[in-house]
């Protein structure tokens, strides 16, 4: 519906789901902007989805781009990538720059397509709350934070959090990251070198010196997809028990997101030996040596990004912040068990939150915030979505799961998990 309001969106479009959300440092952007949700209390199921405003999908050589006025790992974007009618419907969302030979450079603001996409969406909840149509979720919660928008979204008696994220999409490789490709790494003979560079994405998040209305951040969301596959199951397992004690001490309300774990796991797995890594008994090593290695780079203050690794990801905090991060940290260490103790509680008051809320039919019994007041029996619960799409997630560990949506029937999402259609 957003794409058919003024046509902007590529008709064809590709939207990447995530399992998790941008909270839980399934992207990397600044979570001190984004908002405080609660599994339990505010949603049960959370995903990612990467909108892509534009493609630039028709290269096969490095993507070089404009990294002049950027910091590591950031860029500006020029749409003189792109034909004439895709900078004529974008122009009111660039900033303009005038050159002494008279030309005029637009370059394409990450603010201003969140300012669009945010009234756009806006828009389509209007129109739909006029005209609703069967089929379609109630709408609980629209929030915008900086430039992502979080939706919560009633299907039958689940409550699932969308954090949607407009980027722009790339097919190739990016130049500034050329050089780790070749490097040896974990992943080399498991998968193809293809598979892992297939595409990355610009997100709309500044660096800490950058200019907030032109920079953009590189992203490699669908190359971490591709590279899960490679991880061991134990050490995946450390890997979301120290997330959730991150998300817990370190990550709310500012400090340390929980995407620098994910790089630290990944540098783990091109450093340490294949066999000590498959065993499956060594959760717990693995778990105490996440820990450490995060400490580690709190306390030097270094977290290199793992596609771009001359980009510290830290660079940006203060002295001050990392050792009272690193200080929260040794806590933990000294007693892992007692925390994991705390995790695991809160995840099962959470889970007895969504139960009681189910029975008592707070979801699906009680209409929308958003929602006109008579047209809520137009609004069948249905259960099918929400529990299909935990089907596909739960079922395909690690797999590139994409969501292709015909604008005309909003109601027959087609999902293709690898290269297989549902």
């Keep these: 519906m957003v794409q058919k309001l003024d046509q902007k969106l590529p008709v064809a479009n590709e939207y990447l789901l995530l399992s998790g959300g941008v909270r839980e440092g399934v992207v990397d952007m600044d979570l001190d902007e984004l908002g405080i949700y609660n599994r339990g209390s505010d949603y049960d199921m959370a995903f990612t989805l990467l909108v892509p405003a534009l493609k630039l999908h028709d290269r096969n050589q490095p993507v070089t781009l404009d990294m002049r006025h950027s910091a590591l790992g950031h860029s500006w974007l020029s749409l003189r990538l792109f034909d004439d009618g895709t900078i004529n419907r974008w122009r009111d969302c660039c900033t303009l720059t005038d050159h002494l030979n008279g030309t005029t450079n637009y370059f394409f603001s990450p603010t201003l397509v969140a300012d669009w996409f945010h009234e756009a969406v806006g828009l389509v909840l209007a129109e739909l709350q006029r005209k609703p149509q069967r089929g379609t979720p109630r709408v609980e919660r629209v929030e915008r934070h900086s430039t992502m928008l979080s939706m919560i979204l009633g299907v039958g008696s689940s409550r699932m959090l969308y954090d949607i994220v ?55 969301a669908r190359s971490e997809v591709q590279l899960k ?142 929602a006109d007041p008579s047209s809520v029996d137009h609004q069948q619960p249905d259960d099918r979505l929400a529990k299909k799409l935990q089907q596909l997630v739960t079922e395909n560990p690690g797999k590139s799961i994409s969501v292709f949506i015909n604008p005309d029937d909003v109601t027959r999402p087609h999902f293709r998990i690898d290269d297989k259609f549902f």
């Design 166 to 220: 407009p980027v722009v999409s790339f097919k190739g490789w990016p130049a500034v990251a050329q050089s780790w490709l070749m490097e040896n790494h974990f992943w080399d003979g498991k998968i193809t070198e293809e598979e892992v560079i297939s595409g990355f994405y610009l997100l709309p998040a500044c660096s800490a010196s950058g200019c907030q209305e032109n920079e953009w951040r590189l992203s490699f």
């Design 229 to 370: 596959k490679c991880i061991s199951p134990g050490l995946m397992q450390a890997y979301q028990a120290c997330k959730a004690i991150v998300v817990k001490l370190l990550a709310q309300p500012t400090g340390i997101s929980p995407y620098y774990l994910r790089s630290i796991m990944l540098w783990a797995c091109d450093r340490l030996p294949a066999s000590y890594l498959s065993q499956e008994d060594y959760a717990a090593h693995f778990l105490l040596g996440l820990i450490d290695d995060l400490q580690h780079c709190l306390v030097n203050k270094t977290c290199p990004n793992y596609f771009i690794p001359q980009c510290n990801m830290l660079e940006h905090l203060c002295d001050e912040t990392t050792i009272f991060h690193a200080r929260k940290l040794a806590l933990v260490r000294s007693d892992p068990v007692e925390h994991l103790r705390s995790i695991i509680e809160q995840a099962k008051a959470a889970n007895r939150l969504t139960q009681e809320m189910q029975r008592r039919g707070s979801s699906s019994g009680l209409p929308s915030p958003l």
